[in-house]
């Protein structure tokens, strides 16, 4: 808007509106020159009644505005100031358009920006600046009543001016409140995703836990399990994390360069995710970890997954670690596993291979026949 004020000629008819009768240049410059006239002088009587104007809009914002009501209760000051600013920037730009604009521009940029930061609700916010602008013009036409109540006629030809101008100013309010919002929920985001590196990574401090647990929506004590998932293309990763993780359970994902992980909050009783079905995407490979106490051990839990995820089939499959503890010895430490096997498989190893080969078939024939040594005894004689 080049002008809180145009002149009445720059208003056109459109559509079947019938068309005024045709006035002489004379006479319509004298007519915008009066209405410009009796414009000025109310804003003046205005600007010399500020603090008494503010006060009423500060009246009626606590009146019909209950998001403002709670504002105005925790910091009357400053809300007073601010509505007092806008309105002497918004009376400034009826006497002064082209000076004034930026200014005026730039107050309204501000307020939706610190109510943006202050969470105070747009719509909330709009309805202010509305209630500013009808009370500006009710005072406008009180002061010229009182002063020349023959003019106030004149006012009608600059009324679309000044509700232009309290448009304008809504959608900049509402452009800087969306940008401000948008900023912070990227920031509360990429918070979010540090506090969640730092928990599995085993490196958050203890200090960081509360606000690690507000971020991440889940208490700071608790029982959790982490759910390593990796195979899935970014077109499957929902329907991948949906699978892993049953409808109802508080999750918190953090998404890898190779490896998604959930951390998973489990119920008083819960034990770990039983192992999805089959619904989960071909290739998919999960790896589910043993629960801990509290978010402070999610580092811990995040290992315990990464060990069932390396039991994992290349081809995808669902390991839970308690299901394959000696694979996970094996994988964890494998120096141990190998000095393991030595210990326990030495002595076997080094029978006659005829004498090895008899006792491994006959253990895993037993171990096929759970342990029955009857139905053994069967299917090997």
């Known amino acids: 808007m080049q002008h809180a004020v145009r002149s009445r000629a720059a208003i056109r008819t459109a559509g079947l509106t019938p068309v005024p009768r045709p006035r002489t240049p004379g006479v319509a410059s004298l007519m915008d020159a009066d209405a410009l006239r009796v414009l000025h002088r109310a804003a003046r009587g205005l600007l010399d009644d500020l603090p008494g104007l503010t006060d009423r809009l500060v009246a009626l914002l606590r009146e019909q505005e209950p998001a403002y009501r709670t504002a105005l209760a925790k910091d009357p000051t400053a809300s007073w100031q601010e509505v007092h600013r806008s309105l002497r920037h918004s009376v ?64 009608v030809h600059v009324a679309a001016d000044v509700w232009n101008f309290v448009d304008e100013h809504c959608t900049l309010v509402a452009d800087a409140y969306r940008q401000t919002e948008w900023q912070l929920s990227r920031r509360r985001q990429n918070r979010a995703r540090l506090l969640a590196a730092g ?12 606000e690690a647990a507000q971020a991440l929506g ?24 949906a699978a892993v993780v049953p409808d109802g359970t508080r999750v918190h994902w953090h998404s890898g360069a190779e490896v ?6 489990l119920g008083p009783g819960d034990d770990e995710p039983a192992p999805p079905g089959d619904a989960v995407p071909g290739g998919l490979r999960i790896g589910i970890g043993s629960p801990v106490e509290g978010l402070a051990a999610v580092g811990e839990a995040r290992g315990l997954a990464d060990t069932a995820l390396g039991i994992c089939p290349e081809g995808g499959g669902t390991v839970r670690l308690a299901d394959h503890l000696p694979a996970a010895l094996v994988v964890a430490g494998p120096d141990l596993g190998r000095a393991l096997a ?32 009857q139905r053994a005894g069967e299917r090997l004689y």
């Open 260 to 265: 998604d992980y959930g951390i998973v909050l």
């Open 92 to 155: 400034a730009s009826l006497l002064d358009p082209r000076g004034a604009r930026d200014a005026a521009r730039r107050c309204s940029w501000r307020i939706g920006t610190t109510r943006a930061e202050q969470g105070l609700p747009l719509d909330a916010l709009l309805h202010a600046f509305r209630l500013g602008g009808s009370l500006v013009w009710q005072r406008l036409v009180e002061e010229t009543s009182r002063t020349a109540p023959e003019d106030v006629r004149l006012l």
């Open 342 to 373: 030595d210990r326990v498989l030495g002595p076997l190893l080094r029978l006659e291979p005829a004498d090895r080969d008899v006792l491994l078939d006959t253990l895993t024939t037993w171990l096929d026949c759970d342990g029955s040594a």
């Open 218 to 241: 889940l208490p700071e004590q608790g029982r959790y399990v982490v759910v390593a998932v990796t195979g899935a293309n970014p077109a499957r990763s929902a329907t991948a994390r």
């Open 199 to 210: 928990l599995l990574d085993g490196t958050s401090r203890i200090a960081d836990l509360p």
